[in-house]
């Protein structure tokens, strides 16, 4: 079992910042990725950005070097830098994990979600 508890959302004005943290517990060990995506009311849920443990991260087009995806191995925690945020930022941010379910099968684990919301 893996769960993922999701932090640091939050509003701010455009051109503002955002740090969201993605603590993972259980079957630490299990897990192989994670990433963040992101879903506004009414449209489907996109990749923010997203690491394989060992490789560079991969991210979403429409971030353009504006947000950055790190992880605190030793923490069990990936953040999310967010700068220049525009109000088509404004999303529910969701934490993703990819684990070992079982010797041979992965599964995928989502947190709860955490608001961002860019306006003046």
């Known amino acids: 079992q893996v769960q993922l508890v999701e932090s640091g959302g939050g509003s701010v004005q455009p051109g503002g910042s955002l740090r969201l943290s993605c603590a993972a517990s259980g079957s630490i060990v299990s897990i192989k990725a994670m990433g963040w995506y992101r879903q506004a009311p009414g449209k489907q849920r996109e990749l923010v950005a997203h690491?394989?443990?060992?490789?560079?991260?991969t991210y979403g087009d429409f971030v353009k070097g504006r947000f950055t995806i790190s992880s605190d191995n030793a923490k069990n925690t990936v953040f999310l830098q967010m700068n220049s945020l525009e109000p088509e930022d404004t999303a529910a941010y969701y934490c993703?994990?990819?684990?070992?379910?079982?010797?041979?099968?992965?599964?995928?684990?989502w947190g709860q979600g955490t608001q961002g919301t860019v306006s003046s």
């Open positions: 993703n994990a990819i684990h070992s379910q079982t010797v041979t099968s992965l599964s995928s684990t």
């Open positions: 690491i394989t443990f060992g490789d560079s991260p």
